[in-house]
């Protein structure tokens, strides 16, 4: 390969992956045509891209990116796989389809800066996603906010309640008991 074209393909991963601030490497060997047109459209669906990549133009690009600590993972046929909602959505549906096509190996990941190797990739896909998070971190904060507001209007209603039988036995014409 010339080094003009070598050129044009480090800027086009430049381009494609400079805003990417997460990825997972798969190693691509042995997956047939059938299975790997299956794995990307599948993929496609959920906005996750799959890109096969030139392992060392790939890490010339990559440097001084978010992704720069993929560059050990790069060995063999590799393809990067990167969008979604997060990595840990990438992640989670790489397992699911690495059940389901047996050579479908996952190599590694990156997520704000933290390099995940193969063994760690089910643990980083148990990880909630950024908006899994966020409703978790707010369920945490309302849910005192709900026991306050419960205890107050708890009194509340316990004295609507009492007032309610005294009105209904008065529109009865029934004598009210006095509570000593």
Known sequence: MSKPVKNLIAQSY???FG?????VIIDIRGINSQHNNALRSGLRQKQIRVTVVKNSLAKKALEGTALAG???LFDGPCAMVYGGDSVVTVARELLGKAKEIEKLQVKGAIMDGQVYGPEQIEAL????TRAEAQ????QIILSPA???????TSAGSAIASI???IEEKLEKGEAIAKVG
């Open 135 to 138: 409703a978790q971190v707010i």
């Open 146 to 152: 709900g026991q306050v507001i419960g205890a107050a």
């Open 163 to 165: 007032l309610k039988t």
């Open 125 to 128: 896909s148990k990880y909630p």
């Open 19 to 23: 805003d990417v601030t997460g990825a």
């Open 14 to 16: 430049t381009q494609r």
């Open 70 to 72: 993929l560059k050990d």
